[in-house]
């Protein structure tokens, strides 16, 4: 079974200051994608980055960064220069390159502090 | 802004009632997908169409069914109605039936309460 597991229940940062949530995943596809989404109090779902797992080279999206392990199964995602903005719920998805599945982690809530 | 639109923002009816959610996916995608999020929980999976036919069931109950139509919008039919179906319903979108690293696109969800 594919899972996603985010550790980071909550999270807090300082604003200007850089942060990383964590996941890990578990698949026994060779080929897949890695999504973060971000879900602010709006309850909106936003998507933020994407890594292609074939791809060695970590994704990056002006201040938002991955750090992709493929051996460790891992993916992490950085926040530079935090904003007010970035307060947000953030979860961790996967989906397979043949499926149609697409697994959440259960998130990580993150406040950013003034 | 997404491109899936979903209606309506927020319903609220009661026990035992059956209500109907509407979602028009992303200009030129096929695939539509349904999630419920209960209050501060995950997304839990419901169901996938792709061009009108179901593709994918998750924790989909009996008392909930859904279509995808000629037009590619869709919608989520909930029977039946408990306290424990209170929750935000999203829609989301993508290009593909699956695969190919497409990502979904969000609606911005309907807030099902139920009284």
């Known amino acids: 079974a594919q899972t996603v597991t985010q550790s980071q229940p909550e999270m807090s940062v300082q604003e200007a200051e850089t942060v990383t949530l964590s996941c890990t995943y578990d698949?026994?596809?060779?080929?897949?994608?890695l999504f973060w989404y971000k879900q602010p109090p709006s309850r909106q779902m936003i998507l933020v980055i994407r890594?292609?797992?074939?791809?060695?080279q970590n994704a990056t999206e002006n201040r938002f960064s991955v750090n992709f392990q493929k051996a460790a199964k891992s993916f992490s995602l950085k926040i530079s220069d935090s904003q007010l903005g970035d307060t947000a719920m953030y979860f961790c998805a996967q989906t397979a390159y043949t499926g149609n599945q697409f697994y959440f982690g259960t998130g990580t809530s993150l406040t950013v502090i003034p | 802004d997404s491109g899936v639109t979903q209606t309506p923002k927020h319903l609220i009816t009661a026990t035992g009632q059956r209500v109907t959610l509407r979602c028009s996916p992303r200009?030129?995608?096929?695939?539509v997908y349904w999630y419920q999020q209960s209050l501060d929980q995950g997304l839990q999976f419901l169901i996938q169409y792709y061009n009108g036919e179901e593709r994918a069931k998750g924790n989909i109950l009996e008392r909930f069914s859904a279509q995808q139509f000629p037009d590619l919008h869709s919608e989520l039919n909930l029977s039946s109605l408990e306290l424990g179906d209170s929750a935000l319903y999203f829609c989301?979108?993508?290009?593909?039936?699956?695969?190919?690293?497409?990502?979904?696109?969000f609606g911005n969800g309907t807030r099902l309460t139920v009284t």
């Open positions: 989301a979108s993508s290009v593909v039936a699956g695969g190919e690293g497409s990502p979904l696109h």
């Open positions: 200009s030129g995608d096929l695939s």
């Open positions: 890594q292609e797992a074939y791809k060695q």
């Open positions: 698949t026994s596809e060779n080929n897949y994608y």
